[in-house]
């Protein structure tokens, strides 16, 4: 397993834009699909974004249209979230996680983080 912290959420006016980090520690970071998933009050946890350990193939949901973009850095074990043009639809606890494998399928990330906070008003 791996352990994986969050952080970078706020409270942003719309149209703001935010960087989210999940730092990851307890096993070989490299080698982990690396994803976010957010989750609003009263709603499914929805999927964000994926990366692969090379960074190589990524892979968004619909709903970030075009605003959202997820990057790692292996060397500091850390994938980012860039959030930017944010709208208040977008207010969430947004999770990382990690899977073995390219994968968008939330009961294949065994390894989840505690989630950070975004709130976007207008």
């Known amino acids: 397993q791996v352990q994986l912290v969050e952080s970078g959420g706020g409270l942003v006016q719309a149209g703001a834009s935010l960087r989210l980090s999940c730092a990851a520690s307890?096993?070989?970071?490299?080698?982990?699909?690396m994803g976010w998933f957010r989750q609003a009050p009263g709603k499914e946890r929805e999927f964000v974004a994926a990366i692969t350990w090379s960074g190589g193939w990524t892979t968004y949901g619909d709903s970030v249209n075009d605003r959202f973009t997820i990057s790692r850095d292996n060397a500091k074990n850390t994938v980012y979230l860039q959030m930017n043009s944010l709208k208040p639809e977008d207010t969430a606890v947004y999770y990382c996680a990690a899977a073995l494998g390219a994968t968008m399928v939330p009961r294949d990330f065994g390894s989840w983080g505690q989630g950070t906070q975004v709130t976007v008003f207008s």
């Open positions: 307890g096993r070989t970071f490299s080698r982990y699909t």
